[in-house]
């Protein structure tokens, strides 16, 4: 994972995470990670997934 950047795609969080695209899409949805959208793209805070793992 590449922490010297403020965002991550879907794709790259779930090979971080060991969950699958949708499943971070869900996360997202129910806003147990923060992100936003630009465009039609998401892309999730490092922040978030930091605090995620803090969490667990």
Known sequence: M???TLFLTPKEVAEHLGISV????Y???MGRIEGCK??????????SIQELHAAA
């Open 2 to 4: 590449r922490l010297d």
């Open 38 to 47: 630009i465009r039609k793209l998401w892309r999730v805070f490092v922040s």
């Open 22 to 25: 949708k499943h971070v899409y």
């Open 27 to 29: 996360l997202l949805y």
